[in-house]
């Protein structure tokens, strides 16, 4: 596998269900993004992660949680979510903050 | 914070040459990124300028006046494949535009 791979590719839940999402990376990245991607809006800044940390949180509900257990590693857990939180989910990677951004293909999810 | 401008929508003819514009405001510039989105895939690097002046890769140049905090991406030789959104993205962060639909026609 290269590159960043995200699972799965297509998700529906309901709004009491709990739900993760994974992202992985297999370029030696020190760097890892959750974006969210809605209809005719920006791709939105959710979470960065520096080395394993967490190094920013754009005013994201705490229905969405990340987690980043290493470097290559990144997960999107999610529950109680909303109808509005469907949208495309995308996970990024990069060498370091300032440089650009790999994406993965992304998770379509569906709140029902 | 940031504020990145480009039109939503253009419509080119397949053959011609487009140019997609983006203008911002950003409290801390290291460079400015142009990315392809074809619908429902992720998007894809296109180009990446920090100093003033044209990048050309093949069919895609990408420009950039920082004074006046602007850019454009030029599509050359234009095909039907280039049908997607072109998004813009710059600060520290890493914040994108809304990006441009492009639609190419016959």
Redesign the interface.
């Not at chain 1, 005719?40 to 791709?43: F, I, M, N």
């Given at each position: 596998e290269t590159g960043?791979t995200q699972t799965p590719r297509h998700l529906v839940m309901g709004m009491t269900n709990k739900k993760s999402l994974k992202c992985e990376q297999h370029l030696g990245h020190n760097a890892m993004y959750w974006y969210k991607q809605s209809a005719?809006?920006?791709?939105e800044?959710m979470f960065?992660y520096s080395l394993e940390e967490r190094v920013?949180n754009n005013s994201v509900p705490s229905r969405f949680s990340p987690e980043c257990p290493n470097s290559s590693h990144l997960f999107l857990h999610l529950h109680t979510l909303q109808p509005e939180d469907s949208a495309l989910y995308?996970c990024a990677s990069s060498q370091d903050?300032?440089e650009?951004?790999?994406?993965?293909?992304?998770t379509?999810l569906t709140v029902v | 914070g940031q504020n990145i401008d480009q039109p939503t929508e253009m419509t080119a003819t397949e053959g011609a040459i487009v140019q997609i514009n983006c203008t911002y405001q950003t409290s801390g510039f290291n460079g400015l990124f142009w990315y392809q989105q074809h619908a429902g895939e992720a998007p894809t690097f296109l180009s990446y300028n920090v100093l003033d002046g044209l990048e050309e890769k093949g069919r895609f140049s990408s420009f950039l006046s920082r004074s006046k905090g602007y850019s454009y991406l030029l599509l050359k030789e234009l095909q039907m494949k280039d049908s997607a959104s072109y998004l813009c993205a710059v600060g520290n962060m890493l914040t994108f535009g809304g990006g441009t639909r492009l639609m190419v026609k016959p």
């Open positions: 960043v005719k809006k920006p791709l800044l960065v920013e995308l903050r300032a650009g951004r790999t994406f993965g293909s992304g379509r | -």
